[in-house]
């Protein structure tokens, strides 16, 4: 039972995070959110993005990874070039990196993605 009511505080503390500012088309699911390493907070979630909508473009305080589960995606990281992903996809986005994602299929996009962000600072940013 502790388990669980502590499992619980966790994902809603990582709720607000993941789910903040949301531009319009965008749905953000925290799944999980941890204190690990010391200093950092793992948070896992689920983003969709409707078809024609993007996520605008921001960064985070640490690296994100992620798998797109559906749709089709155009990422855009700053310093590379921009990559069209499909499911089965993954993708590595760099501490600090500007980012963009814009569904370009017919059905809304869905990716798994995972955190590792400084504990002392929001989850993601407009970039400047």
């Given at each position: 039972?502790?388990?669980?009511?502590?499992?619980?505080?966790?994902?809603?503390?990582?709720?607000?995070?993941?789910?903040?500012?949301?531009?319009?088309?965008?749905?953000?699911t925290?799944?999980?959110?941890?204190?690990?390493?010391?200093?950092?907070?793992?948070?896992?979630?689920?983003?969709?993005?409707?078809?024609g909508?993007?996520?605008?473009?921001?960064?985070?305080?640490?690296?994100?990874?992620?798998?797109?589960?559906?749709?089709?995606?155009?990422?855009?990281?700053?310093?590379?070039?921009?990559?069209?992903?499909?499911?089965?996809?993954?993708?590595?986005?760099?501490?600090?990196?500007?980012?963009?994602?814009?569904?370009?299929?017919?059905?809304?996009?869905?990716?798994?993605?995972?955190?590792?962000?400084?504990?002392?600072?929001?989850?993601?940013?407009?970039?400047?």
């Amino acid at each position: 039972m502790l388990r669980t009511a502590l499992f619980v505080a966790l994902v809603m503390l990582g709720a607000p995070a993941l789910a903040q500012d949301a531009p319009s088309g965008i749905k953000r699911t925290p799944l999980q959110a941890i204190d690990f390493p010391e200093g950092y907070r793992t948070v896992t979630g689920l983003a969709e993005v409707a078809p024609g909508h993007s996520s605008g473009l921001h960064t985070h305080p640490g690296i994100e990874t992620g798998y797109v589960l559906q749709g089709e995606v155009v990422m855009s990281v700053e310093g590379q070039p921009d990559r069209t992903l499909k499911p089965g996809d993954s993708f590595v986005i760099p501490p600090g990196a500007a980012h963009d994602v814009k569904s370009v299929g017919s059905v809304p996009a869905k990716a798994l993605s995972v955190f590792v962000v400084d504990a002392s600072k929001p989850l993601a940013s407009p970039a400047k």
